[in-house]
């Protein structure tokens, strides 16, 4: 897998603190597929995106002699490398030095804490813990954001922080339904949760899953419009049971 | 007419209420002829794929039909003893504790109309009340919504709407 420089965000950019949470316990692993996807060595910085979607994400950034930006290869629309299950999105270097990396992985690494910890910055009410593992066990795909902050010079990872998660239930042939997105409000408005689900997305077409369907509340209908979802195909409407 | 399923205060005693009100009873369908069954043990895959097709689904590879019975969280479907063949089934995913989604809801168009897929329905939603799901979805074609209405289910609650992803629908910002 041929590799590329990733995007390097000036240190220009208004920068969010990093708060590390204590693991508590051991990350979570759930149900794994029989389909196993290569991982992404230690130092591939493999990032396939197209270019339309870097173009969005530097909007707004100035840039100094500290940026590097390089352009992915031409993007062929659908033909693509098989996506790796865990790569970094973005690396950035921040006015002390150190440098943060946005990892995607769809191999579902979390720890249930940690994610209960998330769902409390967004505000969702809170779930048994229990509960919140087997969903997360039953779920064919769950992917997340993690940001990895290190000293520049060291190659050891050092804190890792869950920002972001969406995961995808399925019958493992034909349908699969993403529930559960969300992306920590310090790093919101970068483009993260788009490429969280493009990447979801992706993976789950190179599955073959050839039906991906999600519920939205109206206030986000236009994001997944963005990304490629339509709202009540021919017709189609959503319905719950008894809904509260 | 018995009263439809409604929603309870407490969603496991719903199940076992439910079950005293069902619009059809068991008894009642297998003096007919019909049976349920609850597992794909016996369930004829290529039976199951020309009711798909009869009712207009696509026609799916059975292989792939046998993965994702495999990756069910709840399925029912109805045996008519004359033919031994199915002759409903409805299907339920999802992460078995939070949300399930059914698909697959379907009644070969010669029994239809004879209360079987309100009577498949009942039981696959007590079903999924009864593992303490609550949040229990479906994608409804246009011209069953007064199929599923009296069954309780509602579109767009609060303006959730329903997607699906499309290839070709992708617009970029």
Known sequence: ?244 | TPLPLKKPTHRRSAAVSAAASFSISEESLSSRGFTFHRTVENLNLDHLNSVFAAVGFPRRDPEKIRIALEHTDALLWVESSKTSRPVAFARATGDGVFNAIIWDVVVDPNYQGIGLGKAVMERLVTQLLEKGINNIALYSEPRVLGFYRPLGFVSDPDGIRGMVYSRKQKKKK
């Open chain 1, 1 to 244: 897998m041929p590799s590329h420089d990733v995007l390097a965000l000036p240190t220009a950019l208004n920068y969010p603190p990093i708060v590390s949470l204590d693991r508590r316990s051991q990350p979570f692993y759930p149900f794994n597929s029989p389909f196993h996807l290569r991982k992404g060595g230690r130092n591939q910085k493999v990032s396939i995106l197209k270019a339309g979607f870097w173009e969005s994400i530097r909007s707004g950034i100035l840039k100094n002699n500290t940026a590097q930006v390089v352009e992915p290869p031409s993007p062929v629309e659908e033909v693509e490398e098989l996506l790796p299950e865990e790569f970094v999105l973005v690396e950035r270097t921040r006015p002390d030095g150190t440098v943060e990396q946005i990892i995607f992985s769809s191999g579902g690494n979390v720890d249930v804490y940690d994610l209960e910890a998330l769902c409390d910055k967004v505000g969702w009410p809170r779930r048994p813990l229990s509960k919140l593992a087997a969903a997360l066990r039953n779920s064919y795909i769950v992917a997340t954001l993690h940001s990895v902050s290190k000293s520049s010079g060291e190659e050891v990872n050092g804190q890792k922080k869950l920002i972001g998660m969406a995961r995808a239930t399925s019958d493992h042939a034909f349908n699969a339904t993403i529930w559960d997105v969300l992306v920590d409000p310090s790093y919101q408005g970068q483009g993260l949760g788009k490429v969280l689900i493009e990447k979801l997305i992706r993976t789950l077409l190179q599955r073959d899953i050839g039906n991906i369907s999600l519920f939205a509340d109206s206030k986000v209908v236009e994001f997944y419009q963005n990304l490629g979802f339509e709202p009540d195909p021919e017709g189609i409407k959503g319905m719950f049971w008894y809904p509260k």
